[in-house]
């Protein structure tokens, strides 16, 4: 081989190295995109989820602090009754 064709072959491996490392950085930024949907994807729905929860929780507080379950378990689970009028002391 003279020197020509070793400096050409030189280029075509330079090149086919340049153009197989774009290939593989191409290949791997494609994939991390796709990873990220996928995270994303996966979050976006554990979001939902949490929301849902959320307002249920709201839901069942709201129910739980309702004054007439609590006059309710006052009255038929711990048995108390209204305060007559001369039970009540007015603090100055």
Excluded at 27 to 45: H, L
Excluded at 53 to 73: G, H, T
Aim: hydrophobic share 45%.
């Amino acid at each position: 081989m003279n020197r020509t064709e070793i400096k050409k072959n030189a280029v075509w491996l330079l090149l086919m190295i340049v153009f197989i490392g774009q290939l593989l950085a191409y290949t791997w930024c494609r994939v991390q995109c796709i990873q990220v949907g996928y995270e994303i994807s996966k979050e976006t729905d554990r979001h939902r989820k949490l929301t849902a929860l959320q307002n249920n929780l709201k839901i069942e507080f709201a129910r739980l602090k309702s004054p007439e379950r609590i006059a309710n378990i006052a009255k038929y689970e711990l048995g108390l009754k209204p305060a007559a009028p001369e039970q009540i002391i007015i603090l100055p």
